[in-house]
């Protein structure tokens, strides 16, 4: 007797759940790939921005990941 | 004759200009108004009821702060016609795009929490449940989009706008002693001297003065309302109005506060309304229906911010003018992130304190972001052609910036560690 195996598309009822993430990661993927090329100009004053952007954001981790220490060590 | 055929020309002139102005307010207006929220309606009243009238100077200079960060968002949305979402994700690529829209989502429900949290605390005043309340929340802003129509949802918001103004009223039937705001709450001053608790009050009165989500509401709302080019001056003009009226309810909820309740120690403006309840009954009414008023305008803005920016980036239909079968995937979020953050409250021993408090703290994350990328954006001569930003516009602006990203992130880290600049 053939097997059936599970497959990623629509078409078997196994395959269902695999189909249902693959057309939302392929929906992420076409989010990512439309808008993969930034438009802006990356002059020295956006990338300087950036660069303080993503230092602020890792500092405030810390701050954070910090109380988070200090409440468990409580 | 000839004197008053002119005056009948200027007279029609000026009818004119305030129709189109009817036609065209709506999201300068709203957005400004709903900053007011729940949690600014505590910031306010606790400020009010700790320093008396020595804090309205502050007040006003927050009005024009918060103009010049929303008049960005109405010139990036007329001429780009799309979203700051959307405009995140085309101009700085999906790291930034993904960032921006997985922390607005988060902020945006917490702070949805927040506004539930204040509704059924007012309501309570009244003896209606707080299952009750979330009811008739959910009706109403069910009741608001289901019209179908942008420009009905806006005219609905408009009326909950003008609801806010109780505050005025009530501020008079305290008899508040008019020499006295004079004296003490005109001129800039430093009651007590510079010390942590007064800081961490300024601090707080700004951080509720530019959330996240006003930037997003109002590039959207712009956009969802048709808005071109040449709408800008009357978009400028509707911000302007909602500043001026901000700052005028603000500091009559700090003179009913700083009258009634001076030397007290307010922790929210639900407590604030039941304490004036046993001294002046209507007045304590009023401000429990402005309170409730203050959150449902809020969650009206807060749940459409978040479904105008995953429309924008998912690519779903995501304007008011659609019905529901023509946008799902829009009302669908809209209902989902309201009915979660209503439930969320209902749930027993919830810890709503704590959410409160991590709202500010997570709001720092997007801020500053959201705030960097609306000037990048704005001097990005292709982008914005003449309408970039001129070097003035610039200066003002990033200070501005800059202050609020400074006092934000150190309200935050003071709700973190209390009593760290004391």
């Not at chain 1, 599970?6 to 392929?26: L, R, V």
């Not at chain 2, 005056?7 to 957005?31: H, S, T």
């Not at chain 2, 007040?59 to 949305?77: D, W």
């Amino acid at each position: 007797m053939e097997k059936k195996v599970p497959t990623n598309g629509n078409d078997g009822e196994p395959g269902k759940a695999g189909g249902f993430f693959e057309k939302h990661f392929s929906l992420f993927r076409e989010i990512n790939k439309k808008y993969a090329e930034p438009q802006i100009k990356m002059t020295r004053a956006v990338r300087i921005a950036l660069m303080g952007l993503r230092l602020y954001l890792i500092i405030l981790v810390l701050v954070l990941g910090f109380k988070f220490y200090t409440l468990v060590r409580q | 004759m000839n004197v008053l055929s002119r005056f009948y020309y200027q007279y029609r002139r000026v009818i004119k200009a305030v129709q189109l102005y009817l036609i065209i307010a709506g999201p300068g207006l709203i957005v400004m108004i709903a900053d007011n929220d729940a949690g600014g309606i505590t910031t306010y009243a606790a400020t009010g009821a700790a320093y008396g009238y020595a804090l309205i100077w502050f007040l006003v200079l927050l009005g024009p702060v918060a103009y010049f960060v929303q008049e960005m968002t109405v010139r990036l949305g007329a001429v780009t016609k799309h979203g700051h979402a959307e405009a995140i994700f085309e101009a700085f690529g999906p790291f930034w795009g993904w960032f921006s829209l997985i922390d607005l989502s988060l902020v945006n429900w917490l702070t949805l929490i927040t506004e539930f949290i204040g509704m059924t605390a007012a309501l309570t005043i009244f003896n209606i449940p707080p299952a009750i309340t979330v009811l008739i929340v959910i009706g109403i802003m069910m009741f608001m989009i289901l019209q179908g129509r942008y420009w009905t949802w806006e005219k609905l918001a408009m009326f909950f706008c003008l609801l806010n103004l109780v505050y005025i009223p009530a501020a008079f039937m305290v008899h508040p002693s008019v020499g006295s705001i004079l004296q003490n709450g005109i001129i800039p001053n430093f009651p007590g001297g510079i010390n942590g608790t007064l800081i961490f009050f300024l601090m707080a009165n700004i951080g509720t003065t530019i959330a996240p989500w006003m930037i997003f509401f109002q590039q959207s709302a712009v956009v969802d309302k048709g808005m071109g080019k040449k709408d800008i001056p009357w978009g400028k003009m509707d911000t302007v109005f909602g500043a001026v009226f901000t700052v005028v309810v603000a500091i009559f909820i700090v003179i009913v506060t700083a009258t009634v309740l001076h030397g007290m120690n307010i922790e929210s403006a639900g407590q604030a309304a039941q304490v004036i309840m046993g001294t002046y009954p209507y007045v304590g009414t009023l401000l429990a229906i402005g309170l409730f008023d203050a959150g449902l305008l809020g969650a009206i803005c807060i749940s459409l911010a978040s479904s105008w920016a995953f429309g924008e980036v998912f690519g779903w239909a995501h304007s008011l003018n659609n019905k529901i079968r023509e946008a799902p995937w829009f009302y669908a979020y809209y209902f989902f992130a309201l009915i979660t953050a209503g439930l969320v409250v209902l749930i027993p021993g919830a810890p709503l304190v704590l959410i409160t408090l991590f709202v500010q703290v997570i709001a720092v994350t997007l801020l500053p972001a959201a705030l960097v990328f609306l000037i990048l954006l704005l001097n990005n001569a292709e982008i914005m052609g003449e309408y970039k930003n001129t070097l003035l516009q610039n200066i003002v602006s990033t200070a501005i910036v800059i202050a609020i990203i400074v006092l934000s992130t150190a309200y935050a880290i003071s709700v973190l560690f209390p009593g760290v600049f004391a």
